[in-house]
C-alpha cells in the first residue's frame, strides 16, 4: 500500500458497495505499479472485502476457484 496509487485515495474507493464503485476503483488500480503484486496478496490470503489489484470480491473467488481446479487438474510428475 506504500507504494500503490491508492494510497491518495479514501479507502472507501477500495471498498464500494455497487459495481459503479467497483468501475471507480478498477480506474486507479489499472495504472498502479504494485497491481499483480497487491492482487496476489489479496488472493494469498483470501481477503474477501473490496478492491484489490483491481480485482473485485467476485473476481477474486473467480481466480482462486480456477486455480484451485487447474491445481486438481494437473497431471502429477515423476
Ligand atoms: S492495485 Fe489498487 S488497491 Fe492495490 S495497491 Fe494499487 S491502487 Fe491500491
Same mark, same amino acid.
Given at each position: ?59 477474486? =473467488?473467480?481466480?482462486?476457484? =480456477? ?12
Amino acid at each position: 500500500m506504500q507504494f500503490g496509487l491508492c494510497r491518495d485515495s479514501e479507502p472507501d474507493v477500495f471498498f464500494p458497495s455497487d459495481g459503479v464503485g467497483v468501475d471507480k476503483a478498477r480506474k486507479i488500480c489499472k495504472g498502479c505499479g504494485v497491481r499483480s503484486t497487491c492482487l496476489e496478496y489479496a488472493l494469498g490470503l483470501r481477503i474477501e472485502h473490496g478492491v484489490w489489484g483491481g480485482a473485485s470480491e467476485r473476481e477474486r =473467488r473467480r481466480i482462486n476457484r =480456477r486455480r484451485k481446479l487447474a491445481t486438481i487438474s494437473e497431471p502429477k510428475s515423476a
